[in-house]
């Protein structure tokens, strides 16, 4: 299995400009969250899905969409990225709510100039 | 406010030194407690999750147990291989880690 799979790696962005990071997990797990860890800050949840066609906002959601059409893919989308979204993207997926046993993807490190 | 509180924020051990992690928590409608540990470049990977308070669960050197307020991740006889960084946490919520290096 892939696990849970991130891409881009890496990714620098213009102030202003739009992208989409990609995570796909072939787990069937229905829990799906988005991170962003930066230094002295740890783990922060962004947006989270509990299955397909549903999501909610978690601690810092301004500026990132999601939204979950199927079981497998969980996309966050940044509409105009500003430097303050520099930072290192996880995403996890789950069989449980809660982060109980979840699975990480290796990360998207993305800097903004 | 649920908050997860972790400390120290870094620890330095000599090989074979055993210690402890602690996670303070207050999280409402805790579903687990869990320890994750992260090395540099990489996601967090699972540890244990621990349900209830006086429960126990081991891995290798690794330790963790839980009361009503905190959990602690016991290290014991380190190796240079348990250098990482180790996450706590509860439902959704991280704390900010503890950041562990053994030397030989």
């Known amino acids: 299995n892939a696990g849970v799979t991130q891409t881009p790696k890496f990714q620098v962005l213009k102030t202003g400009q739009s992208m989409t990071l990609q995570c796909a997990q072939d787990?069937?797990?229905?829990?799906m969250s988005w991170y962003r860890q930066d230094p002295g800050m740890g783990l922060r949840l962004i947006h989270y899905s509990v299955g397909a066609g549903i999501t909610d906002q978690g601690e810092v959601p301004n500026g990132y969409n999601v939204s979950r059409s199927t079981t497998e893919d969980f996309p966050l989308r940044l509409l105009s990225a500003a430097p303050s979204q520099t930072s290192v993207y996880f995403c996890?997926?789950?069989?449980?709510?809660?982060?109980?046993?979840?699975?990480f993807g290796q990360g998207t490190r993305l800097t903004v100039v | 406010e649920d908050q997860v509180t972790q400390s120290p924020e870094a620890l330095r051990l000599q090989e074979g030194e055993s210690s402890s992690l602690n996670c303070s928590y207050t999280?409402?409608?805790?579903?687990?407690l869990f320890w994750y540990r992260q090395d540099p470049g990489k996601g967090p990977e699972f540890l244990f999750t621990?349900?209830?308070a006086g429960e126990e669960k081991e891995k290798e050197r690794l330790k963790a147990t839980l009361t009503k307020k905190e959990s602690f991740l016991h290290i014991t006889a380190p190796k240079p291989e348990d250098s990482a960084t180790y996450l706590c946490?509860?439902?959704?919520?991280f704390g900010k880690g503890t950041k562990l290096s053994v030397k030989p």
């Open positions: 996890a997926s789950s069989y449980s709510w809660g982060n109980t046993e979840a699975f």
């Open positions: 999280v409402s409608g805790l579903r687990g």
């Open positions: 621990l349900y209830s």
């Open positions: 946490g509860g439902n959704l919520i």
């Open positions: 787990m069937n797990h229905e829990y």
